[in-house]
């Protein structure tokens, strides 16, 4: 197949290249930035217009709220040009074109209810303006016929740190670990690998619809405490909750730069997706939430003992 990257120096976009590829597949690839075979912008009308025809494009391109160069002020415009305005190009490019579409959203996108589980069904409807541009670029990716979005849960593996470089200093520095809310409710992770595997999966079987990506046994923030001490061996860790109020109201006062209003909502309520349709398909995801957990402070504490002046673990 002839595929097409999209983000594909992107943390997804790069597993993915290497998926493809090991399966003998000729991948093109593009971003802004980055060692890809077409550099350039979605949000530019005429760049998106000269893309090659191809079998599948796969698209991991989008800002979010740790991208570099996301502005403290206008960031609602930046994620419009970035999300939205880049889908309206890919799907204006390759709606007529008979391309697999496989396009990547966010587990943010279902209304933040706290319910048992988010299925493919759950209702939808963005909390903040990076999950609102990710509904509205959807929009017009449901254009594009026989178009597919995987809908993964919060990405880890090796290079993701988010809460958990904070996690892993304090554990090995003080011995205890603070986290806003009481910690106790699930939330999925999916390890990167996995994700792409995903992608793959739904682009070799010409599979349409929504998709979530999710792997194995959701943890709550204290069990992912937890994996991480025992993975560094780290002994009788206090875990310390800090009220979530006075957060959410300093974030509110910050314009939710703090924290973004996702980020406080799954330190509220339970994010747990459901994965039938995946599984439906074939897709076997290999890593659990444990070993992402532990795999993610195991790289983290390997990094922090290379600087100067970083303890080891004990």
Not at 93 to 113: C, K
Not at 141 to 146: F, L, Q, R, V, Y
Not at 261 to 276: K, N, P, T
């Amino acid at each position: 197949m002839r595929v097409l990257i999209t983000g594909a120096a992107g943390f997804l976009g790069t597993e993915c290249v290497k998926q493809f590829k090991a399966r003998g597949h000729d991948v093109a690839t593009t971003d802004r930035t980055g060692a890809v075979d077409i550099p350039g912008d979605l949000a530019n009308e005429a760049f998106t217009a000269s893309l090659p025809d191809v079998d599948v494009v796969v698209n991991c391109a989008a800002v979010q709220y740790v991208t570099k160069g996301v502005p403290l002020i206008f960031r609602k415009s930046f994620f419009e040009r970035n999300n939205v305005h880049a889908a309206k190009n890919l799907a204006e490019r390759y709606r007529t074109q008979g391309a697999r579409f496989v396009h990547v959203g966010t587990s943010m996108m279902y209304r933040q209810t706290g319910q048992e589980t988010y299925a493919i069904q759950s209702s939808m409807g963005g909390e903040g303006v990076y999950s609102r541009s990710k509904l509205a670029a959807q929009r017009f990716i449901d254009t594009i016929p026989g178009a597919a979005t995987i809908i993964p849960c919060i990405i880890g593996g090796e290079g993701r740190e988010g809460l958990f470089r904070g996690f892993v200093n304090m554990m090995t520095k003080f011995g205890f670990v603070a986290f806003p809310g009481r910690g106790e409710h699930k939330i999925h992770m999916v390890h990167v690998i996995d994700v792409a595997s995903l992608i793959y999966r739904v682009a070799e079987t010409r599979a349409s619809g929504f998709f979530n990506a999710a792997d194995p046994e959701p943890l709550s923030i204290r069990q992912w405490i937890d994996e991480i001490a025992a993975e560094l061996r780290v002994e009788h860790v206090r875990k310390v909750s800090i009220p979530l109020l006075p957060v959410k109201w300093l974030s509110t006062i910050a314009g939710y730069r703090l924290l973004a209003r996702e980020q406080l909502l799954m330190l509220e309520l339970q994010h747990v997706l459901s994965i039938d349709e995946s599984l439906a398909i074939g897709w076997r995801p290999q890593f659990s939430n444990a070993r992402i957990a532990r795999d993610i402070a195991v790289h983290i504490n390997r990094s922090g003992a290379e600087r100067p002046g970083l303890s080891r673990s004990k």
